[in-house]
């Protein structure tokens, strides 16, 4: 188990290493094993890079982001130019039907609604946003239209947790309740974490994801 101080220093070493992150303007805190954020980023695009950094560092559990993104002045643009190139972007996307997500704008932030099939095309949309030029954040609504039966549900998770080779794969047990799912057991490391969630949200009829799962190092 890393010390408050070996965590702290991983994780600003981490942000030094990701490219797409100007570390020099964020602070890394950790308190009781939970890391903290904090400072100021030029783009949303760059926060989110910032948290996906601090999240693949060995021994973070629990992350709390105070960032904030403060656009230079030539990326300011008005709610109503940065949804006409949400709408734009989103309208030439093949990951779902045309007119399937609707879009709000306030202040820069935009906020995704709207049914779609699977979860992948829900990630798709939120993905494409984090790119526009103006965005400060990112809500995703968007849900998923009622699929399978719970035993069905369940049958494919459990078969793309061990298709995926995930390190004790067996000690993750799986219950569905509905559209819910909850994961128990444990896990490796972060990325290992990643990987079942990304194998539970890529089955069918999933909407909701309890992750009970804990971290053994």
């Given amino acids: ?42 783009s949303y695009i760059e926060k989110w890079n910032a948290e996906r950094a601090a999240q693949r560092v060995s021994g973070v559990t629990a992350l709390a982001i105070d960032l904030k993104v403060k656009l230079l002045p030539l990326d300011k643009r008005s709610d109503s130019d940065i949804a006409a190139s949400v709408r734009n972007v989103l309208s030439w996307s093949k990951s779902f039907p045309a007119n399937a997500i609707k ?19 829900s990630n798709d949309a939120a993905e494409i946003v984090r790119f526009i030029r103006g965005v400060v954040g990112v809500s995703n609504q968007i849900t998923l239209e009622p699929r399978p039966s719970a035993s069905a549900v369940k049958s494919d998770i459990v078969a793309a947790i061990n298709r995926h080779a995930i390190a004790d794969a067996k000690k993750i047990a799986v219950e569905v309740m509905g559209s819910e799912v909850t994961l128990t057991g444990h896990v490796q490391s972060w990325a290992e974490r990643e990987l079942v969630l990304h194998s539970v949200w890529r089955s069918p009829g999933v909407h909701k994801i309890i992750d009970k799962m804990s971290f053994a190092y």
């Fill in 1 to 42: 188990m890393k010390t408050d101080a070996q965590l702290q220093q991983d994780v600003m070493a981490e942000l030094k290493w990701e490219p797409a992150v100007h570390a020099t303007q964020i602070g890394v805190e950790v308190q009781d094993g939970v890391v903290t954020l904090s400072g100021e980023v030029g």
């Fill in 103 to 121: 879009v709000l704008v306030e202040d820069g932030w935009v906020t995704l609604s709207g049914q779609v099939q699977w979860h992948y095309q």
